[in-house]
């Protein structure tokens, strides 16, 4: 996948404050703020640079307030390790352009395990026609 690079100045013109705080500063939305998910057949992209993420058959309500997946789309996210906040966390981002997207974790459920807990202003809904 091509790398997406631009300025921090064409992040901010592009994005919403809230987009570029948490995609950018790799910051984090608060709980329940993004409730506007559809539920018919559609792929989430990345706010950032339109690449595709998560379809919408891995989501699951996992009850923390912020959309959940249990597995991305092929080669679409990339993982670091994340020592903010004192603690170790595995930090998703965008494997196009790098925008943060939210935060993985072991306690998802099959087949995968996997618990992708996104911040719902990273994505952008994409409905399938």
Not at 30 to 56: I, N, T, Y
Not at 69 to 85: I, T
Request: aromatic fraction near 10%.
């Amino acid at each position: 996948m091509a790398k997406i690079t631009k300025t921090d100045t064409e992040w901010r013109a592009q994005l919403s404050d809230l987009a570029y705080k948490v995609t950018r500063k790799h910051g984090t939305e608060r709980a329940g703020s993004h409730e506007d998910f559809p539920k018919g057949a559609g792929v989430f992209h990345c706010v950032c640079c339109g690449a595709p993420l998560f379809d919408q058959t891995a989501k699951f309500d996992s009850g923390t307030g912020w959309p959940s997946f249990y597995a991305p789309m092929d080669r679409a996210v990339g993982e670091s390790e994340d020592r903010k906040l004192f603690m170790r966390r595995t930090e998703v981002h965008c494997a196009a352009c790098e925008a943060h997207l939210g935060h993985v974790f072991p306690d998802g459920p099959e087949p995968t395990g996997l618990r992708y807990c996104m911040n719902g202003v990273a994505l952008q809904f994409e409905p399938k026609e």
